[in-house]
């Protein structure tokens, strides 16, 4: 009865790594620092490339709206 009341310590073994929020990957480097500096990249190249896109589309009307304006200047000189 006095050896059936023992107790013994219980260990879990797990395989791979449990370190960090998501884990690690086979090289033991954390994967959710991984994801953040892919995060940090990937909102940077965005926001580069909307920039870039506004910037031409803002350039591009500006000369089509000059070149309006400069062809109705020319047409009116040359009738008067």
């Keep these: 009865p006095a050896e059936n009341d ?11 790594g449990v370190s960090g929020w998501l884990g690690t990957d086979s ?13 940090k ?7 580069l490339t909307a920039l870039t896109a506004v910037s031409i589309g803002v ?5 089509i709206k000059r070149r309006k304006v400069i062809g109705i200047f020319v047409l009116k000189n040359r009738s008067g």
């Design 59 to 63: 350039t591009m009307e500006y000369n």
């Design 41 to 47: 990249w990937a909102l940077l190249i965005g926001l």
């Design 6 to 16: 023992a107790v013994e310590d219980i260990y879990f073994t797990f395989s791979g």
């Design 27 to 39: 090289s033991k480097r954390d994967i959710w620092s991984g994801v953040v500096a892919g995060v």
